[in-house]
């Protein structure tokens, strides 16, 4: 007796299961690709955020450089002073927002019409608190 019928039935599964995993391969490379996406632009608004906020500091250096005094405010960021009892001078510190909760930390020490850059760094707004959910074993 002979076959009726074309013998196409494990090439056909072949067929699909090689598109379906494709399909899945294509998949999670768009979802990766999007989540890079995601990361580099928020990581391009921080930079572009510190940049921003790296001008204004100077351009607040340069105002506090060329008043007599020191007002409270200079371009809508607030001055703090204070003394610095080890060196004899005043400091001045203050900060220039970069984002939500990171921002600009410039303190200074003014000496003879000159400036000594004691701090100039990001700063996280934000206190860091650890996640002490997870019972970890010692060792004990």
């Known amino acids: ?64 450089l060329a008043s007599d005094n020191i007002p409270k405010t200079i371009r809508g960021v607030d001055i703090n002073t204070g003394h610095n009892e080890q060196f ?15 921002a600009l930390y410039v303190s200074l020490l003014l000496q003879n019409n000159s400036f000594d850059i004691l701090s100039w760094r990001m700063y996280d707004k934000e206190a860091w608190e650890s996640d002490e959910s997870i019972i970890v074993w010692t060792g004990d």
């Open 88 to 102: 004899n001078a005043e400091t001045i510190y203050y900060f220039c927002d970069i984002s939500d909760n990171k």
């Open 1 to 64: 007796m002979g076959k009726s019928g074309i013998g196409v039935g494990s090439a056909s599964i072949v067929l699909v299961f090689a598109v379906l995993c494709l399909t899945i391969f294509s998949l999670i490379t768009f979802v990766v690709a999007s989540n890079d996406k995601n990361l580099v632009d928020a990581k391009a608004e921080l930079v572009k955020g510190y940049y921003s906020a790296d001008t204004l500091a100077e351009l607040i250096l340069s105002d506090i």
